[in-house]
C-alpha cells in the first residue's frame, strides 16, 4: 500500500518535476542537491512533528495522543522529547 496524503502527494509532485527536467545533467544535479538536503529536511520535519505533538499535549492525554496518531504511547512520549527512531549521523 502506498502511503498518501496532501504533504506527500506535494513531495511525489517534486519528485514529478525532477523527473520532468529535460537536461539530464541539470536533473541529476538538481536531485543530488535535494538528496543532500534530505537529513537537514528530516530533522526539520521531526522538529514539526515534535512542536506538533507538544501542542496536543497540552490539551490531551498520552493515551489521546497516541490513538490519534495511531502510535504508542511511549512513541508519543520520545517525539515530544525530540527522540528519534532513526540514528542520526
Avoid: H, N, Y
Amino acid at each position: 500500500m502506498i502511503e498518501t496524503s496532501p504533504a506527500v502527494d506535494a513531495i511525489r509532485g517534486v519528485i514529478a518535476e525532477l523527473a520532468a527536467m529535460p537536461d539530464a545533467t541539470d536533473r541529476a544535479r538538481a536531485v543530488a542537491s535535494v538528496l543532500d538536503s534530505v537529513p537537514r529536511l528530516q530533522a526539520e520535519l521531526r522538529a514539526v512533528r515534535q512542536a506538533a505533538v507538544v501542542e496536543m499535549r497540552t490539551t490531551q492525554s498520552l493515551a489521546e495522543v497516541a490513538a490519534a496518531l495511531g502510535i504508542s504511547l511511549p512513541r508519543v512520549s520520545q517525539i515530544a522529547s525530540g527522540i528519534s527512531r532513526t540514528a542520526k549521523k
